[in-house]
């Protein structure tokens, strides 16, 4: 089902997405004690670099020219399935949530396969490090739809999140704080942030996404660099739909909501980046374990208390 509405503000919070990093940004500077950059940081660096020409290695082919287009279209798409300011989503069917972790999928499946045909031995150690991560932050995503699944008996996720209420949460106080909980990890895993990865690093055996998009420049590291924060806006939009209720509210009161939500959102990760240090390559894989724990323990708990 189209909701034409619903598309309007989906397309609204793709425009405002690059607002989130800069909020990121701002409060790790306010805990470092400085003033950091502007808000809409993300903004200029995108219009510089749409106003440059790109360069490419005499190794690459045209994987590495496409790449770009489909991160950048596979973040889109995903945002449009993803529901709004407590409303159905653009776009929304039964099992539109398989639709929503594959398009993602497909995003980094080129992410890698871009970073391979640099033929690069440092991309190629980022590009293993992603997959890795991702097929273990994937049953997280999975286990916590299934409990949502089976609390609303809804198979489309603007079905589930329209009978997310306070009362679930009332009911299942801890299946539903473990879920948030694993999705904030996986949020973290997905969007490259501490204690995962670190997004301003410049050590290249430690790096993880950035290490992956060294050959990019100009136009393509600008979309890519959007998609990126697109993505950010997707993972934000589910766990604000999962913590926070708003479907009785009208709709200026829900979009004044969902911004204060999505600015919450944004405020902790800076706060958790601020406070924690980059994890060890070798725990890092721990650490992502422990979120698909959390959900299998949370539809453990569902599952036996039905």
């Known amino acids: 089902m189209i909701n034409p509405?619903?598309?309007?503000?989906?397309?609204?919070?793709?425009?405002?997405?690059?607002?989130?990093?800069?909020?990121?940004?701002?409060?790790?500077?306010?805990?470092?004690?400085?003033?950091?950059?502007?808000?809409?940081?993300?903004?200029?660096?995108i219009a510089k670099l749409l106003r440059k020409s790109s360069v490419y290695s005499e190794t690459t082919t045209a994987v590495t020219r496409i790449a770009p287009f489909v991160i950048l279209f596979s973040a889109l798409s995903a945002a449009l399935l993803v529901p709004v300011a407590f409303r159905s989503a653009g776009i929304?069917?039964?099992?539109?949530?398989?639709?929503?972790?594959?398009?993602?999928?497909?995003?980094?499946?080129?992410m890698v396969l871009a970073a391979l045909d640099t033929g690069s031995a440092f991309e190629g150690m980022g590009a293993a490090?992603?997959?890795l991560y991702s097929a273990l932050a994937e049953p997280a995503l999975f286990c916590g739809l299934l409990v949502?699944?089976?609390?609303?008996?809804?198979?489309?996720l603007s079905a589930i999140y329209e009978k997310l209420t306070a009362e679930c949460w009332w009911q299942n106080p801890m299946t539903f704080l473990l879920i948030a909980v694993s999705w904030m990890i996986v949020l973290l895993v997905e969007n490259a942030r501490i204690p995962i990865d670190d997004p301003n690093t410049?050590?290249?055996?430690?790096?993880i996404h950035e290490v992956?998009?060294?050959?990019?420049?100009?136009?393509?590291?600008?979309?890519?660099e959007f998609a990126g924060a697109v993505k950010l806006a997707v993972f934000s939009s589910l766990l604000v739909g999962l913590v926070f209720s708003g479907n009785e509210l009208g709709l200026p009161l829900q979009l004044l909501a969902f911004a204060a939500a999505m600015t919450l959102v944004a405020i902790i990760v800076g706060v958790v980046e601020s406070t924690i240090a980059r994890f060890r390559l070798l725990h890092v894989p721990k650490f992502i374990v422990g979120s698909g724990a959390l959900a299998i323990i949370a539809l453990i708990l569902k599952l036996s208390g039905n």
Do not use: W
């Open 5 to 45: 509405s619903s598309i309007l503000i989906c397309l609204l919070m793709i425009v405002l997405s690059p607002l989130l990093p800069g909020i990121i940004n701002k409060t790790k500077a306010f805990f470092g004690g400085r003033q950091g950059p502007p808000v809409l940081q993300l903004y200029f660096d």
């Open 92 to 110: 929304s069917f039964t099992g539109d949530i398989i639709l929503l972790a594959y398009l993602l999928g497909i995003g980094r499946f080129f």
């Open 129 to 131: 490090r992603e997959v």
């Open 148 to 156: 949502l699944i089976n609390e609303t008996s809804q198979t489309s």
């Open 202 to 207: 410049h050590l290249e055996l430690t790096m």
């Open 212 to 224: 992956m998009i060294l050959d990019y420049s100009s136009k393509d590291l600008a979309l890519i």
